[in-house]
């Protein structure tokens, strides 16, 4: 990133503001078990159910559990969940679009239609039947997670190489006798990457609102895993009773998610200003 | 423009196969074995064994494949489901899809109005108090765990509107289209139709959030572009005033990306249903899935989800159709 | 500024609109709205599997004998009286006289037969494709009719007998609308009880109602709606709302909030259910009785029926529930106690850094109604005693499978008793080793066999007692399962209806309204 871009990015109010707060998450998530004095397992009938207080601040949850603290020992799981299932549609979409558009021809018009048909599911059916398929567990949500989002990363990375090769240096490594791969890989994906941090950053909030919504439906990660998901699916069991846990697991999937898409506003004004912001 | 309908409908043919095999090969690598979920725990090995025979489970997947797709296209058979003894899969879809499709429609309906609404009244007044609020409604909505919408509103006005549901349980009416507003009418019952609607009111309104707020956002932006261009400042130079402007030139021009959005929004509300009427215990596809996949009645998954994915594609389908008489452009290009 | 005026009509007319729709809420009455935790898989009794089925089967259809007011004693039904000859060989059962099917046609010794031959033979043309009681009638050899009696032959005594034939799958049902409708009964029943089949929109609602031609007293309530409503707390809410009248899966939790509610009360009834942790008998270290007390000591059941219970169950002691029989449900057992438990544990070998695995299943059943929260809490314990637990769940149809497989490690499981007596329990549970598909520990001890199977054709009421006592007591040595919990039943209901729980059966019929 330039001098310029970053200047844009430092600049820009909301997308700051989306960075601190995505900073203020991690650290907590990071160092939740040294601040907390809860243990985020252990079991009381004596504390259950209890409203937000000055020694627990979000209140407790069905079991008695200090819910501040397992929501930020949650966050490492979700957050986690978010970044892999993002990997893993960049690992799998990116090669696949930029294939496609370097090749062109048949092999473009047998990989384009692969996406268009991962792109005829609504997102979370397809989340559904895979995650149904896999059983649950952690592997189980990135990957279901994860094949939902590669048709944005593939159209991405096509679109761009389409651009840039035709561009000079392209043709002049060519020239060079540099191999497909190279040429594909080494000069023009870098000059690619713009649009695709952007489309990443943005792609970590979709990512962990997809896996909440698996994990409320009952199909997310293993028994006893702190995920926000499954704490709003519990939640969600006695919301009428005590609306702590579902109120609280819920804000924290939203602001997080609402970070990501700040950030990734941002980015998009710094690196890829063609774009519009719709 | 028949040439043209022909071309986009034989082209949605290997589409609607690959979407069918995909949902097929998915649910059936479901684990645990179907045939328990048909004969219980307690059943023989040799019992066990005619059933998985009876029902092809032992022939090869793309056999079981076409043996599948032959009875849905022929008879409009989805087979017949594991869990609820003797019921036709398709039966329970029949029923179950308008309720969903009743939903999608009032969200559609409510999204449009209000993100055409909210998205003219930031573009108007931009930079205005409104077109900030609205912009960050439309930012937060986009943030938001749709079901935790839903959730928010039953804790807000569940107590005022409906304790989920789409009729009342003691209503026994015939049902002849599955629409609860539209068989409540038929049947002539006012009092009927307004539980109906009550009960309509917060789940609607939880799946509209989010396309009411992508639909303000393509507004604004759409009629910020109108406003700038030549023909409306020509327009406002002859003199007429601006009200006319923005209602008559403006907001028409504004209306195409708004038209294209409903197609994919559409795909999005059927996903934020499924989500949806669970929260809202809404008889529909959704919570169809949702009870199939903890019974592992697959089947039930396959048939539901495929009829999903079917609406989806013939509606992506309707939209292109659509937006092709709105656009003779598209209809002359390169196919 | 006409557009403005414009919203601001739409925006009134919208707020007059909402207002009317908030102000016209009205539930109709003429019903009674019974709701619960899913919708029913089967109407056809000898089909049906679980408590969920029944629910709605004993409201359709009759047994021979039945269960006497609110106990678990046998009083006659469709059966008026019956004599034993033959050593308890021989069963003799005179029909009731004017009784009809819901299709008209009447009842004769030829129905039950008929019925008890689709359940008994393999080979019966009529049989469902599946039959998960048959197991529990296979003592029956044959029954035929005479006259106006039917004539039940066994191959052994059996102690149980008539329990058995009070059971929801000895219903009996009509021969004319079997052989009409084939595999559809399940979805078309017929039997001879105070309601049939109205509607059944699967799924959304099943509705009953008064049969007409009943030969007994007519229910007081012409239409009874089962409603599956999958949260608890929703029904509880439409409880409040007065849409439904009764709820059978309230939440433990959400008892106090019921009890303090104005218009609502809860109705408890004692429990004839115990949840269990079971070990793989087959495997290591779950094959070690040292092993098993270990993780026995370290559980505390008060604090777990404080934590996951809320209070409302009662602590388990020896599988068998005490309300079925008080001595053996207060025989000792393993108090809670960590330092004990972590000697026990030392004499297993364990390798280093063993991880123990809990298999349990992701749906609520009457005895486990939290199943996640219960294996959290086992695994809290066992991390006090040095053991970092791995949990897996399953779901519905892959959990049937896991149960039996020979690879699985601890788990969680249940049993609501069928009929109540030890025997339901000890040799449904226990007995047969892996041959019996509900006994998932695998575990085989020659002398507890023998001593159930003893039991079971024991005539001698005291002889019984004695040779259960004996059975109880290496139950408790040998630990191949750990009680937990036995769950009350509860209901929360309307103040506007009377309704009484049995121990086992849900009858709507004697449902009233009242005032409250």
Redesign the interface.
Known sequence: MDRRKLRVLLRHRTAMLGLALLVVIAALAVAVRWVSPHDPDEMSAASRELGPSASYWFGTDNSGRDIFTRLWVGARVSLLIGVASVVFSIAIGVPLGAVAGYAGGRTDMLLSRLVDLLLSFPGILLAICIAAAMGTGLRTVVIAVGVVGIPQFARQARASVLQLRELEFVAASRALGAGHARILFLDILPNALGPLIVLATLGVGGAILTAAGLSFLGLGVETGTPEWGAMLHDGYGYWRRSAGLALFSGLAISTTVLAFNLFGDGLRDALDPRSTRG | MTAYLLRRLLAAIPLLVAVSLVVFVLTRSVPGDPVDAMLGEKATPQVREEIRRKHGLDRPILVQYAIYMKGLLLRGDLGVSYVRKNQPIAEEIRRRLPATIELTLAAMILSILGGVLFGVLAAVKKGSFWDYASMLAALIGVSVPVFWLGLLLMLAFGGAFASGGNLDPSFDIERPTGFALVDTLVAGEPRMFLDALRRLVLPALALATIPMAMIARITRSSMLEVLGSDYVRTARAKGLDSEAVVMRHALRNALVPIVTLVGLEFGYLLGGAVLTETVFDWPGMGTYIMSSVSNRDYLAIQGAVMMLCLVFVAVNLLVDVIYAFVDPRIRYGPA | ???KLG?AIGLAILGVG?A???L????????L?YARG??S??L?PA?V?YGEDAKVTENIFETLVGFKGDTTGIEPRLATSWTVADGGKKWAFQLRKGVKFHDGTDLDAGDVVFTFDRILKPDHPHR????????IFGFIEKVEASGDAVVFTLKQPNATFLQVLALFGAAIVGPEAVKKHG??F??NPCGTGPYRL??W?????L?LERFGDYWGPKPAIS?V?F?P???A??A???LK?G??HIVDHV?L??VK?VESSPGMRIESETSLNVCYLGFNSKKFPYNDPNFRRAVALAIDRD?LN??VY??QGEPARNLVPPAIWRDIGDLPTYEFNIEKAKDHLKKVDLPPDFRPELW?M??ARPYVPEP??L???V??QL?KIGLELA???????????K??DPDHPMYILGWSADYADPDNFYHALLAGGAKN?LNSSFWEHAEFNDLVVRAQSEQDERKRKDLYLRAAMIYREEMPTLPLVHVKQLAACSRKVKYDLHPIEVRLYPVTFQNP
């Not at chain 3, 929109?201 to 609602?205: N, T």
């Not at chain 3, 949990?391 to 499978?401: D, L």
Request: hydrophobic share 35%; aromatic share 8%.
């Open positions: 500024m006409k557009w919203v909402l009317v729709l908030v016209t809420k009205v539930f109709s009455v003429d019903a709205v899913t919708d898989t089967t056809d089909e599997e469902p494709k599946g039959v998960p009681y048959g197991e595999p559809g399940s979805r109205h509607r929109r699967q799924g959304e609602k509705v239409r709606v409603l409503v999958a949260s707390q929703t509880i809410e439409k709302n849409e439904v939440t939790a959400d909030i604090e404080q934590i809320y209070g349990h992701a749906f996640d929260r294996a959290e809490y695994r809290n991390r949990i897996q769940k399953f779901e519905k149809a892959a959990w049937g499978e149960t039996k598909e």
